[in-house]
């Protein structure tokens, strides 16, 4: 894949189950708040050694809060060397909104 791909809830919560890793980019209070269970917070603090330490080939999907500031992280991350790059459309609130149950706090 040379470029992201932005996809929806659904297609996002299939990649998960089938391994695919969740960068949620919020703020860290945000995160601390809720987040798509199994999330990594990922932070300009963090970022070097996330990239460092990850499996480029596994399928990353990034998360925002409302999936703009996702597309760019996303378009980074391909520059980067990662294979798979998705953006969450609709960020966390859409994911909060429709899977409240697929949350985790703190």
Same mark, same amino acid.
């Given at each position: 894949? %040379?470029?992201? #791909?932005?996809?929806?809830?659904? #297609?996002?919560?299939?990649?998960?189950?089938?391994?695919?890793?969740?960068? !949620?980019?919020?703020?860290?209070?945000?995160?601390?708040?809720?987040?798509?269970? !199994?999330?990594?917070?990922?932070?300009? %603090?963090?970022?070097?050694?996330?990239?460092?330490?990850? !499996?480029? !080939?596994?399928?990353?999907?990034?998360?925002?809060?409302?999936?703009?500031?996702?597309?760019?992280?996303?378009?980074?991350?391909?520059?980067?060397?990662? %294979?798979?790059?998705?953006?969450? %459309?609709?960020?966390?609130?859409?994911?909060?909104?429709?899977?409240?149950?697929?949350?985790?706090?703190?």
């Amino acid at each position: 894949m %040379d470029t992201y #791909q932005c996809i929806n809830a659904q #297609q996002a919560e299939q990649l998960i189950a089938d391994g695919a890793v969740v960068a !949620d980019i919020r703020d860290p209070q945000s995160y601390q708040q809720s987040h798509i269970t !199994d999330a990594i917070h990922l932070s300009n %603090d963090t970022l070097q050694e996330f990239i460092r330490e990850a !499996d480029l !080939d596994k399928p990353l999907i990034v998360c925002c809060y409302h999936g703009f500031s996702s597309q760019n992280a996303a378009h980074f991350l391909i520059q980067q060397g990662f %294979d798979e790059v998705y953006s969450l %459309d609709g960020g966390f609130e859409m994911w909060q909104a429709t899977r409240p149950d697929q949350c985790s706090n703190g």
